[in-house]
Nanobody, 117 residues
Framework: QVQLVESGGGLVQPGGSLTLSCAVS????????MSWVRQAPGKGLEWVSS????????RYADSVKGRFTISRDNAKNTLYLKMNNLKPEDTAMYYC??????????RGQGTQVTVSS
């Protein structure tokens, strides 16, 4: 069973930066495609960014393009999301998610990001 544990969230002022991490266990990390999704208060899930199993195929939602950077370290079984120039509208619970070639999907418990002055 894949387990995903996010960390790195917190309260940050507009224009600030945060780096989220997602530690993965229970499966061969290098065989998983990974994503970040978020859910703002009172809204549905929003896809943020994706990366394939070997670090390629990177994509971003238009709302974060140019400000967020997804990366992964397969030796450390860890996914990252570097977030720069944060805006109040980035306030949300951020989740990492994994998918394998069989179509199995897992999501972590999330880490809260709050952007406020």
């Amino acid at each position: 069973q894949v387990q995903l544990v996010e960390s790195g969230g917190g309260l940050v002022q507009p224009g600030g930066s945060l780096t989220l991490s997602c530690a993965v266990s229970g499966f061969t990390f290098s065989r998983l495609a990974m994503s970040w999704v978020r859910q703002a208060p009172g809204k549905g899930l929003e896809w943020v960014s994706s990366i394939n199993n070997n670090g390629g195929g990177i994509r971003y939602a238009d709302s974060v393009k140019g400000r967020f950077t997804i990366s992964r370290d397969n030796a450390k079984n860890t996914l990252y999301l570097k977030m720069n120039n944060l805006k109040p509208e980035d306030t949300a619970m951020y989740y990492c998610a994994s998918s394998d070639v069989s179509g199995n999907y897992h999501r972590g418990q999330g880490t809260q990001v709050t952007v406020s002055s």
